[in-house]
């Protein structure tokens, strides 16, 4: 089968297509042929291979494990012995480890069924932006129905689902985003958009609730946009070196006593990865996607995820 590998780290020009064995499902596992897989930011940082915690992981100074990919849709070819929920034939989404290929293996927790109705590409798009922005809106947000919530990074690939998420817990949402993206994150869902280039969001407030995917600014000025109880929730670090923002994180953390400013790394988990299903379904979320490429054209799919100006997510297809 061919897959895309990365045997160093480095910028796009690392990754080939080569021909390996397609693997064979054990235990928990489930053989999936890939017809769509997405990427994201945490594939970039691992094909990179300038954060420690991860060369850890994948291998130092070389990478060790070649795979690339995760979020991916497709149809169950094999399942291992221990598999009860899937069966030859089903169509699925979820992740699987070397996703960008025409077979991926993913432990049976990490999928669930696909709705009939959503699309190969638009449900290999969700796993990793849905959950983030389910998981940070509702468990780390506490978001609640009226709240007032700002989206910072309105337009990504962990934005485009949190308005509509935030949405679905009938928020009022106010969307930053640029101007090429006004449009679109107004069809999504958002009640008031914020054009960066033109307004500045700090004094927009209070926001009950601030979702941000940017990360290019002191926590104190997210702190002052926020209300009494309000609670900020910090996704990424578009707007800065990844390992500064760490460190900015770590040091606003140590230094502060009443904790209004949280982060974390969204977890796959069945139970969320239904929600977003049933979601698709009653039209209450939905995919945005900037632009497909073959596999064969990945590189040029990372690169276009590395630039940070994606409009909502950028998708391989494998098949069809």
């Given at each position: 089968?061919?897959?895309?590998?990365?045997?160093?780290?480095?910028?796009?020009?690392?990754?080939?297509l080569e021909e390996v064995d397609q693997p064979t499902p054990e235990g928990d596992q489930v053989l999936v042929k890939v017809h769509a897989a997405a990427t994201n930011p945490s594939y970039w940082h691992r094909m990179e291979g300038k954060i420690p915690m991860l060369r850890q992981a994948y291998g130092d100074p070389e990478p060790t494990d070649h795979a690339m990919g995760g979020d991916c849709a497709g149809t169950v070819v094999a399942v291992g012995n221990d598999v009860t929920r899937f069966a030859v034939g089903d169509a699925v989404f979820g992740a699987a480890k070397g996703a960008f290929a025409e077979f991926a293996l993913a432990s049976e927790k990490a999928l669930v069924h696909k709705p009939e109705k959503v699309s190969f590409i638009d449900a290999a798009a969700i796993p990793t932006g849905g959950l983030t922005a389910l998981q940070g809106l509702r468990d780390q947000g506490h978001i609640t129905s009226g709240q007032r919530v700002l989206i910072i990074g309105a337009s990504g690939g962990v934005g485009i689902y949190a308005v509509q998420i935030a949405k679905s817990f009938d928020a009022q949402v106010t969307a930053v985003c640029s101007t090429r993206n006004i449009d679109m994150v107004t069809s999504i869902g958002a009640d008031e958009v914020i054009d960066y280039t033109q307004q500045d969001w700090d004094g927009t407030g209070p926001y009950d609730l601030i979702l941000d995917m940017v990360g290019d600014r002191d926590f104190e000025v997210y702190v002052k946009n926020l209300t009494e109880t309000g609670r900020m929730v910090s996704i990424g670090a578009l707007g800065m070196d990844t390992m500064a923002f760490i460190a900015k994180m770590g040091g606003y953390k140590a230094s502060e006593q009443e904790e209004k400013v949280f982060s974390f790394i969204a977890q796959f988990?069945?139970?969320d990865l239904t929600t977003l299903a049933e979601l698709m379904v009653s039209g209450a979320i939905k995919?945005?996607?900037?632009?497909?490429?073959?596999?064969?054209?990945t590189a040029a799919a990372m690169?276009?995820?590395?630039?940070?100006?994606?409009?909502?997510?950028?998708?391989?297809?494998i098949d069809g």
């Amino acid at each position: 089968m061919k897959a895309i590998l990365a045997r160093r780290y480095g910028s796009p020009d690392v990754l080939t297509l080569e021909e390996v064995d397609q693997p064979t499902p054990e235990g928990d596992q489930v053989l999936v042929k890939v017809h769509a897989a997405a990427t994201n930011p945490s594939y970039w940082h691992r094909m990179e291979g300038k954060i420690p915690m991860l060369r850890q992981a994948y291998g130092d100074p070389e990478p060790t494990d070649h795979a690339m990919g995760g979020d991916c849709a497709g149809t169950v070819v094999a399942v291992g012995n221990d598999v009860t929920r899937f069966a030859v034939g089903d169509a699925v989404f979820g992740a699987a480890k070397g996703a960008f290929a025409e077979f991926a293996l993913a432990s049976e927790k990490a999928l669930v069924h696909k709705p009939e109705k959503v699309s190969f590409i638009d449900a290999a798009a969700i796993p990793t932006g849905g959950l983030t922005a389910l998981q940070g809106l509702r468990d780390q947000g506490h978001i609640t129905s009226g709240q007032r919530v700002l989206i910072i990074g309105a337009s990504g690939g962990v934005g485009i689902y949190a308005v509509q998420i935030a949405k679905s817990f009938d928020a009022q949402v106010t969307a930053v985003c640029s101007t090429r993206n006004i449009d679109m994150v107004t069809s999504i869902g958002a009640d008031e958009v914020i054009d960066y280039t033109q307004q500045d969001w700090d004094g927009t407030g209070p926001y009950d609730l601030i979702l941000d995917m940017v990360g290019d600014r002191d926590f104190e000025v997210y702190v002052k946009n926020l209300t009494e109880t309000g609670r900020m929730v910090s996704i990424g670090a578009l707007g800065m070196d990844t390992m500064a923002f760490i460190a900015k994180m770590g040091g606003y953390k140590a230094s502060e006593q009443e904790e209004k400013v949280f982060s974390f790394i969204a977890q796959f988990t069945t139970e969320d990865l239904t929600t977003l299903a049933e979601l698709m379904v009653s039209g209450a979320i939905k995919s945005v996607i900037d632009r497909t490429f073959p596999l064969e054209e990945t590189a040029a799919a990372m690169a276009m995820q590395g630039g940070k100006r994606v409009s909502g997510k950028v998708v391989v297809v494998i098949d069809g």
